[in-house]
């Protein structure tokens, strides 16, 4: 059996060279016990770790959504690539004998296993703030039977102490009290969708935009 911590760097290194920017692992345990919502081991039932993958939305078409006519989303461009990230994580698992399942981009909080995988935060715009790339990241998740080294899990945003940017850039006041309003935000969002073709689009940006954390990696 490979020791855990050199099985995790292998892991690590294939995920990069595969095209990922952020790669940590989460453990399932404390992810059910800090967001009881989700539920991981409905994808495996030996489960053992969560391994989150994201990419750096570094352009703005990464960033967009195919939109059928009449359709409330397709999907996003950059959910491709990272399905793609996610196939080559399963194949190198597979090949030591290590049971994993790509998950569904909505069967998990991937904000959440990000944060307890110890990538970051969660800010006050309610977004996964990444030291890098700040919220400019998408993500996937792959949960697996192999033994990897967790992170430590990141419970609060440091780097939203004394900052309200992003609440005070959202043109729909979908903060209010502090705290996000989704129906808010989803509302404003799809009167205001920016048409990049006949059937792409960008959606409101501007909480994402407004953040100063990873701004040397904004588009
Ligand atoms: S803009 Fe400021 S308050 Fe909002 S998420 Fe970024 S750091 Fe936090
Ligand atoms: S996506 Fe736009 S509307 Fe929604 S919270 Fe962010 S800034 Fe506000």
């Excluded at 939109?67 to 399963?90: N, S």
Aim: a neutral charge.
């Amino acid at each position: 059996m490979v020791p855990e911590a050199e099985l995790t760097r292998k892991l690590e290194r294939a995920c990069i060279k595969a095209g990922a920017d952020i790669v940590a692992c989460a453990d399932p345990i404390v992810l059910k016990q800090l967001s009881p919502h989700n539920r991981p081991e409905k994808f495996l039932t030996a489960i053992h770790t969560i391994v989150v993958v994201g990419i750096h939305l570094y352009d703005l078409v990464l960033d967009a959504w195919s939109q059928p006519p009449g359709a409330w989303k397709g999907y996003q461009f950059a959910d491709q690539i990272l399905e793609g990230i996610c196939y080559r994580v399963k194949d190198f698992l597979g090949e030591r004998n290590y049971a994993s399942v790509v998950v569904p981009y909505d069967g998990l909080f991937l904000k959440d296993a990000a944060a307890v995988a110890g990538i970051g935060p969660i800010g006050k715009n309610n977004l996964l703030l990444t030291p890098r790339f700040g919220p400019q990241v998408r993500l996937r998740a792959i949960v697996t039977a192999a033994p990897l080294a967790c992170g430590t899990p990141v419970t609060s945003s440091e780097f939203c102490l004394g900052c309200q940017r992003c609440i005070d850039a959202c043109p729909a006041g979908a903060f209010p009290e502090g705290r996000y309003d989704r129906v808010t935000c989803e509302t404003y969002q799809l009167h205001h969708l920016i048409k990049i073709s006949a059937y792409s689009t960008i959606w409101c940006n501007f909480c994402i935009e407004s953040c100063p954390v990873g701004q040397d990696s904004k588009k």
